[in-house]
């Protein structure tokens, strides 16, 4: 009984870390396979998201950095967290739309080193950025207690640990992430697979020249994907933020896993990205209680045996991925 | 003088006594480039750190000019595999950390002595470079910078916990007893006479040698057939396979010679400061490395080196002041310069990317031609 529910344990933080890398592959991987930008940046637009979260969703007191010395310590909306997943992910969708029409686009026709440099170069930008204004130590994101809770109202609580079968006492908050990124990549999946606007972007990916020959407009399609890669790091940020410590380097340092998941599940299938994702998080949550000292290894271990067995990724297409 | 040289006119110049024809004629052979490089090497320390009125406005001191050398050779490297060959490896920190561990590791088990050190690091690093080479071939472009990046992070994993016991984990390898060079020599000692107002001591007239061989190496490696094919590769790839050279094998020499330079320099950082820290595992140091060269310029001998000195330079000196005022004025430009020099160079890193790819070397090149063009008329 116990080696069960110490099984279903580490499968639910499995699939819980796997949704960060979920949410980021996701992004990277259709702005890689529509557009073919490689956006070094991706982890810039998270550490935007977890800030942004900090700042909407909760009464934080803080106590070093510029915003402090401004007067900012706490910044609260009675809407608490549910408005900070509504609000940063739009703010982060335009940070999106931003980046496409001023940075992306002037390096649609340069080397994919110039891509990789300038949004690397990007992304030093932002971390030194964040740093100054609200310093380097690591700041406390408390999980959220309850959503949607306005005056009198309570809310629902998401914060604590709740009863599951097997398992037992679980903490509620990952369930929710677990929850939030499932509809997501499912929305995500349905607009890119079934609607006309998808059409155009998978056509894009195929064949952009042949695209603007039939007459459609692929820039506006572009810029869109980019911001929805964007927004989805957003969220990535606002629910992985209370998971994990958050300081200015927080960005770069889930870019590699994150770009891993996408060459692992195969560049520009969503489907992929998520298969990707949740081997991800299953083996570094497996390694975590079996052999912690080998958690970090095990993923780029994995990764390499996956390329080495299958070079255009579990679920990628020879033809699209070069 | 330069009897196989195929270009009449430059030739004319030269039979004609034009100084500057004489000079363009004599600045692209090897031994003049490795002479100049050698003179520049042996004031530079003088110039840094002792010269007067110059050093007290640079304010340099003799282990940084060491430590700008020592990054210069693994910028040298680098810039083998990204500006020659077109493969933006995001993972030499794994071959610089790498080198910089087994050296050290060899001088607390085998021996202290620094040829056995220098000799060890490389040699590590060559393998290492083979096997990760061999790995992250396989898929071209971005996906060979994100697997150079997966790998040299396993090993900074590697090294940060499972192998702790040989790394000693996160406190980085202390204790490193780096021995006399040939057994008489003490690195760290003055060089007695003139060599020691020039050179200063012993470590950096060690690690000058390097630099030298080197620069004369590489310098080798790209004016030869061997060199050429590397740059065919970064122009068309498809090209060069269809004219019928073996891409993938040049592909992964370019990479191990680069690791071999990147390894050489791992070495000699760790007799440098007997120290090896488990930061120069991590990928920001990777980072470091793309940012110098591309800072310097990709693609040219000396770019790389420019920029390295330029890098460190402000991480060390520059990043130490206070308020930024206009020269010889007290009026103040910026205050706090120093808790803003990473920002400032991340921008400027981004202007070189976007406006002038081929760096600050470029700029020099263009402002040299510029100026030759006015002066030698038609040329």
């Known amino acids: 009984m116990s080696i069960l529910s110490d099984i279903f344990v580490i499968l639910l933080n499995g699939l819980q870390q796997g949704a960060i890398y979920v949410l980021l592959a996701v992004g990277l991987s259709i702005i890689l396979g529509t557009l073919k930008f490689v956006n070094f940046a991706h982890g810039a637009l998270y550490l935007i998201g977890t800030y942004a979260g900090l700042f909407v969703a909760l009464n934080v007191p803080l106590s070093n950095g510029k915003l402090y010395e401004w007067g900012l310590s706490s910044i609260g909306l009675d809407w608490g967290f549910f408005a900070a997943l509504l609000l940063v992910p739009l703010l982060v969708f335009v940070v999106g739309l931003l980046m496409e029409r001023f940075v992306a686009r002037p390096f649609y026709d340069r080397p994919d080193t110039d891509q990789i440099l300038v949004t690397f170069g990007l992304a030093i930008v932002v971390q030194e950025l964040f740093r100054i204004l609200f310093g380097s130590n690591s700041l406390p994101f408390d999980q959220p207690e309850r959503i949607l809770s306005f005056g009198s109202f309570a809310g629902i609580p998401v914060s604590g640990p709740v009863a599951l079968p097997i398992v037992g006492n679980f903490p509620q908050w990952r369930l929710w992430v677990i929850g939030i990124t499932a509809v997501l990549v499912a929305l995500v999946y349905l607009l890119v697979e079934y609607t006309d606007f998808g059409l155009v972007v998978r056509a894009g990916t195929r064949d952009a020249e042949m695209v603007r020959l039939l007459g459609i407009k692929i820039t506006r399609p572009y810029i869109v994907v980019f911001g929805i890669g964007a927004a989805l790091a957003g969220v990535a940020g606002v629910v992985g933020g209370p998971l994990n410590v958050v300081n200015p380097t927080i960005g770069t340092n889930i870019l590699v896993p994150a770009f891993l998941t996408v060459v692992i599940g195969g560049v520009g299938s969503i489907a992929g990205a998520v298969v990707g994702g949740i081997v991800f998080g299953l083996t570094t949550a497996a390694l975590v209680s079996l052999a912690p000292a080998w958690s970090q290894v095990g993923l780029y271990a994995i990764a390499a045996i996956v390329l080495l067995t299958r070079p255009q990724g579990l679920l990628g297409d020879e033809e699209v991925a070069p | ?379």
């Not at chain 2, 006594?17 to 490795?34: I, K, P, S, Y």
């Not at chain 2, 060899?106 to 202290?112: E, L, M, Q, T, Y």
């Not at chain 2, 490389?122 to 990760?132: D, E, I, Q, R, S």
């Not at chain 2, 370019?254 to 071999?260: H, K, L, V």
């Open chain 2, 1 to 379: 003088m330069s009897e196989k040289d195929a270009n009449p006119s430059a030739n004319e110049t030269l039979i004609g006594g034009d100084l500057f024809g004489r000079w363009e004629q004599l600045r692209g052979r090897e031994g003049t480039v490795v002479g100049l490089t050698a003179i520049i090497v042996a004031i530079f320390p003088w110039l840094f750190a002792r010269a007067p009125f110059v050093s007290g406005f640079l304010q340099g001191y003799q282990s940084l000019a060491t430590l700008i050398l020592i990054w210069g050779i693994f910028a040298i490297g680098f810039d083998l595999l990204l500006g020659y060959t077109g493969l933006l490896s995001f993972g030499h920190a794994a071959f610089w950390g790498g080198a910089a561990y087994a050296a050290g590791i060899v001088a607390k088990n085998v021996s202290g002595d620094p040829i056995v050190m220098v000799l060890s690091g490389t040699l590590f690093a060559v393998l290492l470079a083979w096997g990760l080479g061999f790995l992250s071939l396989r898929r071209g472009g971005i996906y060979f910078s994100i697997l150079t990046l997966a790998f040299a992070q396993m090993m900074y994993f590697m090294a940060a916990s499972p192998l702790a016991f040989l790394t000693n984990g996160e406190n980085g390898l202390t204790g490193v007893d780096v021995g006399n060079l040939f057994g008489v020599i003490h690195l760290e000692a003055d060089i007695p006479s003139i060599g020691g107002m020039l050179l200063g001591t012993w470590l950096y007239a060690f690690v000058g040698l390097f630099f030298v061989g080197a620069v004369a190496v590489a310098y080798r490696i790209l004016n030869s057939p061997y060199g050429m094919v590397f740059r065919a590769i970064r122009e068309n790839e498809q090209r060069a396979e269809f004219v019928g050279l073996n891409v993938w094998r040049y592909k992964l020499m370019a990479f191990i010679i680069s690791g071999a330079f990147a390894g050489l320099a791992g070495s000699l950082f760790t007799i440098h400061g007997a120290y090896v820290p488990l930061q120069s595992l991590f990928w920001t140091e990777s980072g470091d490395i793309v940012v110098m060269t591309v800072l310097g310029g990709a693609g040219s001998m000396f770019g790389p080196v420019l920029g390295v000195g330029l890098y460190l330079y402000i991480e060390n000196i520059v990043s130490t002041i206070q308020v930024l005022t206009i020269p010889f004025t007290d009026i103040v430009l910026i205050q706090d310069f120093g808790y803003y020099w990473h920002l400032l160079l991340g921008i400027v890193f981004v202007a070189v990317v976007w406006v002038v790819p081929d760096g600050l070397w470029g700029i020099i090149g263009r402002v040299r031609t510029f100026v030759s063009d006015r002066m030698g008329g038609d040329r």
